[in-house]
């Protein structure tokens, strides 16, 4: 399950699936539920202060009044080596520390879900904790229409309609106009699904500002009407986010850019903080 927080791009509904969940960016105030899933008593602390002790298997309840509360910096009271860090704004977790892997260490790091921060205890914390997501690719028996699918991005795609992912795209990984593509069978009419192929990707600040973090990035959705797209669906967030949240987005149609029926692309509100 994929879940989406923030805002939709134009006056749209989102259409969820059993795989896809849109849950609408909270303001503030807002409280989220922080569950102690360790063995250890953890210190969380944020702007400089301890605020809560959580002891081993608790949860607690913490109120975020504005922006910045939810950046929060959590270690275990009795090995604090043992620490994370996390952002939650808008009652989602925007992003997480990230590390270097070291074989036989020991980590704590968060995980989002259904709105609720659980603090695990982990051998490797990295992107999507190395779970290596399977997919069956299943194309369409009988699709609508063949149209060909350009990936701009850096990341894999899936693309899924009908609760079955039907093609996988592999990043454009020189980061240049040139776009990796596939074909894909699609239905003539219905809703197609465009998502990373991991949740969890590694983003680095090329100027070094911003710490190192691992980030997640919203999907979007094409809406088929008789084999040609009638409009997209992407979920946004606000300009306060920056630089961590990313969308992906589409564009139809042909151009010296773009070569593909339907192209991906992967956006964030403001490049210039890159």
């Given at each position: 399950?994929?879940e989406?927080?923030g805002?939709?791009n134009g006056?749209f509904?989102?259409?969820?699936?059993k795989n896809?969940k849109?849950i609408?960016?909270?303001?503030?105030?807002?409280s989220?539920?922080?569950?102690?899933?360790?063995?250890?008593?953890l210190?969380?602390?944020?702007k400089?202060?301890?605020?809560a002790?959580v002891?081993p298997?608790?949860?607690?309840?913490?109120?975020?009044d504005?922006w910045g509360?939810?950046?929060i910096?959590?270690?275990a009271?009795?090995?604090?080596?043992?620490k994370?860090?996390f952002?939650?704004?808008c009652?989602?977790?925007i992003?997480r520390?990230?590390?270097?892997y070291?074989?036989?260490k020991?980590?704590?790091?968060?995980?989002?879900?259904n709105?609720?921060?659980t603090?695990?205890t982990?051998?490797?914390?990295?992107?999507?904790?190395?779970?290596?997501?399977?997919?069956?690719?299943?194309?369409?028996e009988?699709p609508?229409?063949?149209?060909?699918?350009?990936n701009?991005?850096?990341y894999?795609?899936?693309?899924?309609?009908?609760n079955?992912v039907?093609q996988?795209?592999?990043s454009?990984?020189?980061r240049?106009?040139?776009?990796?593509?596939?074909?894909?069978g699609i239905?003539?009419?219905?809703?197609?699904?465009?998502?990373?192929?991991f949740?969890?990707?590694?983003?680095?600040?090329?100027?070094?500002v911003?710490?190192d973090a691992i980030?997640?990035?919203?999907g979007?959705?094409?809406?088929?009407n008789n084999?040609?797209?009638?409009?997209?669906?992407?979920?946004?967030?606000?300009?306060?986010?920056?630089?961590?949240?990313?969308h992906?987005?589409a564009?139809f149609?042909?151009?010296?850019?773009c070569?593909?029926d339907?192209?991906i692309w992967c956006?964030?509100?403001?490049?210039?903080?890159?």
């Amino acid at each position: 399950m994929r879940e989406y927080y923030g805002e939709l791009n134009g006056n749209f509904e989102y259409i969820e699936d059993k795989n896809h969940k849109f849950i609408p960016w909270k303001d503030y105030k807002f409280s989220f539920e922080l569950h102690n899933s360790t063995n250890y008593t953890l210190v969380l602390e944020r702007k400089y202060y301890i605020f809560a002790t959580v002891g081993p298997k608790e949860t607690i309840q913490i109120q975020v009044d504005g922006w910045g509360d939810g950046e929060i910096f959590v270690y275990a009271k009795e090995d604090q080596n043992l620490k994370c860090n996390f952002d939650i704004e808008c009652g989602c977790m925007i992003k997480r520390n990230l590390v270097e892997y070291m074989e036989y260490k020991l980590y704590i790091a968060p995980i989002f879900r259904n709105s609720i921060i659980t603090i695990v205890t982990c051998e490797d914390c990295s992107p999507n904790f190395e779970t290596k997501s399977e997919y069956n690719i299943t194309p369409l028996e009988k699709p609508g229409k063949m149209i060909k699918f350009c990936n701009y991005t850096p990341y894999d795609l899936i693309i899924s309609t009908e609760n079955t992912v039907v093609q996988i795209i592999e990043s454009n990984k020189e980061r240049n106009e040139k776009c990796s593509s596939n074909l894909v069978g699609i239905p003539l009419n219905g809703i197609i699904y465009i998502d990373t192929l991991f949740e969890e990707i590694v983003w680095k600040d090329s100027r070094s500002v911003y710490e190192d973090a691992i980030l997640r990035v919203n999907g979007c959705y094409i809406k088929i009407n008789n084999g040609t797209c009638s409009e997209y669906v992407t979920v946004i967030g606000p300009a306060l986010s920056e630089p961590y949240i990313r969308h992906l987005y589409a564009s139809f149609g042909k151009s010296l850019v773009c070569e593909g029926d339907i192209n991906i692309w992967c956006n964030t509100i403001d490049y210039r903080l890159e």
